[in-house]
């Protein structure tokens, strides 16, 4: 607990690639720290991703991912999946609303019940500060940071919280982070249906010939439409309406994933 020190201790896991040495010395380098969202998400994965897709970072950075508190290789907080209640969401019964309320509500109960005594330091101003020690540790005069998804709200309330330490800021896929968690998640499923209607499905009609699934954005909506009412008939195995909706929701997050999707 940053506001109380005598609350205990936590472990950080912190994963950095540095600049490479020139003529066997590593020169002074800016700290570049990347979160990929979530938020929940351990940033030490996109450590090695950032270095090898991005190599020219590495001519003037570090490059370093601290696992957020309660993630990844730092001190965890596991609890059990959240499992899904009935095998479709579209337009769910009242019945179907009500199982989906009580199931979000035991989860939670059984979390906090469970991890009670360190949930209450999961907090966004305790885990920026936590950048902010790993930043002093190392030795970085100023933190640059690149954050994506939940990752843009740790970097706009670094800059709020840090601002004397705050180098460039860079931010993908913007969090409504001037809010609240919950308005800005209420945001989500309006976004992510307009990126499968004006993103994917036009580009997916723009792949007919690769695909066979539509040369008109009404073509392929109806030919998923299709493909989603075979699910639930039960005619792909181990797959139900409510996982088909999921994997297309997942898939939607990078345009990398529209040919596996697709």
């Not at 201790?9 to 540095?18: A, E, F, G, K, M």
């Not at 009242?94 to 309320?101: E, F, P």
């Not at 308005?183 to 976004?191: C, L, N, V």
């Amino acid at each position: 607990d940053w506001s109380d020190l005598t609350k205990g201790s936590i472990t950080l896991n912190i994963t950095r690639v540095n600049r490479p040495a020139v003529k066997g010395k590593r020169p002074a380098a800016r700290g570049l720290f990347v979160n990929p969202g979530g938020p929940g998400g351990a940033a030490g994965v996109m450590v090695p991703a950032l270095a090898v897709t991005k190599p020219a970072l590495r001519t003037t950075h570090d490059i370093v991912g601290v696992d957020p508190r309660g993630t990844g290789l730092s001190t965890p907080l596991p609890c059990d999946p959240l499992m899904p209640v009935a095998p479709d969401y579209r337009n769910p019964s009242a019945k179907v609303r009500a199982a989906l309320q009580a199931s979000y509500k035991t989860w939670v109960r059984t979390c906090v019940a469970k991890q009670g005594k360190i949930l209450p330091y999961i907090t966004t101003a305790n885990t920026v500060h936590d950048q902010d020690l790993v930043r002093r540790i190392i030795g970085y005069p100023k933190l640059d940071w690149m954050g994506v998804s939940g990752g843009s709200w740790m970097g706009a309330w670094y800059a709020q919280l840090h601002p004397k330490q705050a180098g460039r800021i860079v931010l993908d896929s913007n969090t409504q982070f001037t809010t609240d968690w919950r308005t800005s998640f209420a945001d989500m499923p309006m976004g992510v249906q307009r990126r499968y209607d004006q993103q994917f499905l036009p580009w997916l009609a723009r792949q007919h010939k690769t695909y066979g699934l539509g040369s008109t954005t009404k073509a392929t909506r109806a030919s998923v439409e299709r493909l989603r009412a075979q699910v639930g008939k039960g005619r792909v195995t181990g797959m139900t309406p409510f996982a088909f909706d999921l994997s297309i929701f997942q898939a939607l997050y990078q345009d990398e994933a529209f040919p596996v999707l697709a």
